[in-house]
Every structure is written in C-alpha cells, then in structure tokens.
C-alpha cells in the first residue's frame, strides 16, 4: 500500500523546498509503475486554507487538501522560507504539526523548516540541520540537542532534517532508498538526471 505523503504549504514557502523533494516521490511512482509494480507514495500538498499559497518567488500553489481534512500520514514534509518566521506564531498549525507526525513513520523538513520542528516540540533531544545561514539562529532557540552545519541532511530517529533548499532532493533520494532500496534510489536519481554539477565549482 502506498505511503501517504503529505507536504505542508504556507505563504512565504521556499519554492524548490518542497518542489525538489515532491520531484523525488512522484518519480518514485513512475519508475515503480514502468516496472510493473505499485506506486509507493500518495503525495499530497497540504494547507491550512483551501486557497492558493504564494510562495516566495512568485509562485501560486492550489492544495490538494487542508490540514482538517489531511487524516493520517506516513511522511511528513516541511519546506522552509521566510513563511517560517510567521508560521512560528501560529499555535494552532504548529498543534497540528505535532499531532500529525506523532502518528508518521517519518518527519521531515527542509531549510527553515526545521524551525517549525522544533516550535512544535519535535526536535527535543535530536541532531537537526538547517540552511547555514540560521544555523546559530536555530542554536540559539535550545530547541534540539545539536544543531549540525556543512551537512547536507541529518537523521535521527524518525526524524530527518535537510539543509538549505537544494539538499532537500537529496533527503528525498536518501528517505526513498530507506523506504524501498538503495538500488531503488538510483534508479529515480537517473531518471530525474540529478548529478549535481554546479557551474564553477565543478568547471574542468
């Protein structure tokens, strides 16, 4: 049966955050169905509001579903974005947060989405990382028992946290290969040409 995925949306959400990781799991499915077998992940985008989200640089986002009608998931995902600094305040998503993951077989976030973590109490005594530029700011907040830098993601227990933006695709191809195979992984790695070259860094 398929792991139900849900990815959490706010205004002011960093685009690839969940774009990167949502990549990953749905050519998770395709890859599984061209062989035959069954898609291993029901994705969903999640927000409070039955309303468009609009992201950090522009884009507008329609959720599938809303938190209230959201029900039980397995995974759990949470993008970062300056939406973080606002959505730290709000008790009543952060409740939900924390309910939701109590019953996931992982919780995950991305960049500053290990804010909301660990607003909702979910990093107590747990390694964390986040984009390095809040590294200290996530410190400072005592909220996890190691904040780690120069670290692309972090797992501990059940919970695995990415660090800024573009590590997200490579939690989501590491969480794919835990779930079903690391040969698994590769494979949707292929097919989604990932093989990071950066211009500059990697120039020969």
Known sequence: MALRLGVLLFNDAEELDFAGPWEVFTMANEVAER????????CF???EKNEAVHCRKGMRVLPDLTAAAAGKLDILLIPGGQGTRTEVKNERLLAWIARTAADCKWVTSVCTGALLLAAAGLTKGKRVTTHWGFIEQLRARNEAAEVLGNVRYVQDGNVVTAAGVSAGIDMALWLTGQILTPEFARNVQRAMEYDPAPPYAAAV
């Open 35 to 42: 062989s035959g077998a069954e898609k291993p992940f029901d």
């Open 45 to 47: 985008m999640i927000a």
